[in-house]
Antibody, heavy 119, light 109 residues
Framework: QVQLQQWGAGLLKPSETLSLTCAVY????????WSWIRQPPGKGLECIGDINHSGSTNYNPSLKSRVTISVDTSKNQFSLKLSSVTAADTAVYYC?????????????WGKGTTVTVSS | EIVLTQSPGTLSLSPGERATLSCRAS???????LAWYQQKPGQAPRLLIS???SRATGIPDRFSGSGSGTDFTLTISRLEPEDFAVYYC??????????FGQGTKLQIK
């Protein structure tokens, strides 16, 4: 059974860089897209971007200038960096596995990391 | 960018009743690209339906999805206490790759 375990700093100051990592356990790393999604307090879900095992990325245009998603296939991990954070980046950040076969969906999710940006 | 609009925003029903949740897209969406998720407080979303109508592994058959083009529906035939949650539709597009609806909160009446 595939599990995603995520970690990273939970409290940042404005202008700092958010850094999160997600490890994939119990399944193949190739053949999927590995995504980051965030959810501000009391609000809906926003897709930040994703990466495949080859390192091909896709970013949400609204965040593209500040986002870097990378992959370490030797560790079955992928990471998110979001630069120049502000209070608007305060959210729960999730990693997830994206499937793009006959249907397109996210079937396995991490538990989420709460990130707060405050001076 | 395709925008997904879910209605109603909040739905108040009693256990045993039937729930009908709507997801409308601003442009036509391939059924293969439409998914539904359930989210309970403090938890990550859980996949319910992919391909507009295919139940994910372990999802009870009281959950069903339907629709095509711009109009999609999630139906819960008989509500159980554990079904009260927030439900999101999601579509796969080009940029951004995935977009979500704003959610429907299903609450106990």
């Amino acid at each position: 059974q595939v599990q995603l375990q995520q970690w990273g700093a939970g409290l940042l100051k404005p202008s700092e860089t958010l850094s999160l990592t997600c490890a994939v356990y119990g399944g193949s790393f190739s053949g999927y897209y590995w995504s980051w999604i965030r959810q501000p307090p009391g609000k809906g879900l926003e897709c930040i971007g994703d990466i495949n095992h080859s390192g091909s990325t896709n970013y949400n245009p609204s965040l593209k200038s500040r986002v870097t998603i990378s992959v370490d296939t030797s560790k079955n991990q992928f990471s998110l960096k979001l630069s120049s954070v502000t209070a608007a980046d305060t959210a729960v950040y999730y990693c997830a596995r994206g499937v793009t076969l006959d249907y397109y969906y996210m079937d396995v999710w991490g538990k989420g990391t709460t990130v707060t940006v405050s001076s | 960018e395709i925008v997904l609009t879910q209605s109603p925003g909040t739905l108040s029903l009693s256990p045993g009743e039937r729930a009908t949740l709507s997801c409308r897209a601003s442009q036509s969406v391939s059924s293969s690209y439409l998914a539904w998720y359930q989210q309970k407080p403090g938890q990550a979303p859980r996949l319910l339906i992919s391909g507009a109508s295919s139940r994910a592994t372990g999802i009870p058959d009281r959950f069903s999805g339907s629709g095509s083009g711009t109009d999609f529906t999630l139906t819960i035939s008989r509500l159980e206490p554990e079904d009260f949650a927030v439900y999101y539709c999601q579509q796969y597009g080009s940029s951004p790759k995935y977009t979500f609806g704003q959610g429907t909160k299903l609450q106990i009446k």
